[in-house]
C-alpha cells in the first residue's frame, strides 16, 4: 500500500520521499513517523537506488513534532517519557538515515524546526559546530538559511527557483557515482570519531580493502588509464 502521508517516487536510480502534510506544516505525526522508516527500510533494500532525497511538500520541509497528539499524552496532568516517545519514534528514523550506505539529500524548501531539524542534520553533508548548537537550543534562535550555511548547517543556499535544479543535479551526481565506496565512506565518517587514531587507521585500512574490490574500483582505474570519464555501476 502507498504511504498517507509520503510521496515516494523513484527515477534514474534516485528516490524522492517528500514529506505530505503541507497543511500541518509537513508535522510529524505517528503514522509520518511509521511510514518514513518502513519506506527508508525499502529503500535501503532495493538495490537500483543509489541516492535518496527527502523533502516537505508546500513551503515547509518540517514543521517537527506534530502537537495535535499533546492533549492525549499529557491528559490528567501525566507526565510522559519524551525518553521513551523519542525512542520509539524518532532514533529507528536518525539511525536508519546515518546507517544506510547511500548518499542521503535533504531538500530543504522551507522551515525545519525541532525533530524536523533533526531529520533534516541527520542526512548527509551535515557538519554542527556543537559550540553554536548548544546556542541554538538553548535560547530557541530562529535563523535564516544563509546563517544556517555560514555555521555549516546546511551545505548549499540557492535561489527557490533553482532548489530543484540544484537538487535534482546533486542527486544524479550522487546516483551515478561509485555508490559502495560514498556507502563506505559515510560508515568512515560515523565510526572515525569515536576511535583512537590507531583504531581509526585500521578502520580505514579495512574499508579500502572492500572499496578495492568493487567493480567501480577496477572502472576507475580502468578510466584513469584510459583517460575517459568513469561509468560506475553501483557495484
Known amino acids: 500500500m502507498a504511504p498517507e502521508t509520503l510521496i515516494v517516487e523513484e527515477h534514474d536510480h534516485i528516490t524522492k520521499i517528500t514529506l505530505n502534510r503541507p497543511s500541518a506544516l509537513n508535522a510529524i505525526n505517528d503514522k509520518m513517523g511509521k511510514e518514513l ?6 529503500t535501503e533494500k532495493n538495490e537500483t537506488v543509489r541516492c535518496l532525497v527527502i523533502t516537505g511538500a508546500g513551503r515547509a520541509f518540517s514543521a517537527g513534532e506534530d502537537v ?4 492525549d499524552r499529557y491528559g490528567a496532568g501525566e507526565h510522559p517519557s519524551l525518553g521513551d516517545h523519542l525512542r520509539k519514534k524518532y532514533h529507528p528514523i536518525m539511525t536508519r538515515i546515518r546507517n544506510i550506505e547511500k548518499p542521503i539529500i535533504a531538500r530543504l524548501n522551507g522551515i525545519a524546526a525541532g525533530s524536523g531539524a533533526s531529520l533534516a542534520l541527520a542526512c548527509d553533508i551535515r557538519v554542527v559546530g556543537p559550540g553554536r548548537a548548544l546556542e541554538l537550543i538553548m ?7 544563509k546563517e544556517a550555511e555560514q555555521l555549516g548547517l546546511i551545505n548549499k543556499v540557492v535561489p527557490a527557483a533553482e532548489l530543484d535544479k540544484y537538487t535534482d543535479e546533486l ?5 551515478t557515482g561509485p555508490t559502495k565506496a560514498l556507502g563506505l565512506s559515510k560508515r568512515i565518517v560515523n565510526r572515525v570519531s569515536s576511535l583512537e587514531l590507531p583504531e581509526a587507521l585500521e578502520y580505514e585500512a579495512y574499508n579500502q580493502d572492500i572499496a ?3 567493480s567501480d574500483h577496477l572502472e576507475a582505474v580502468k578510466s584513469f588509464l584510459e583517460k575517459r570519464q568513469p561509468k560506475f555501476s553501483g557495484k
Open 37 to 42: 522508516i518502513a519506506t527508508l527500510k525499502e
Open 68 to 71: 495535535s497528539g499533546l492533549r
Open 212 to 214: 578495492g574490490r568493487t
Open 139 to 145: 535560547t530557541g534562535q530562529t535563523i535564516t538559511a
Open 171 to 175: 542527486a544524479h551526481r550522487l546516483a
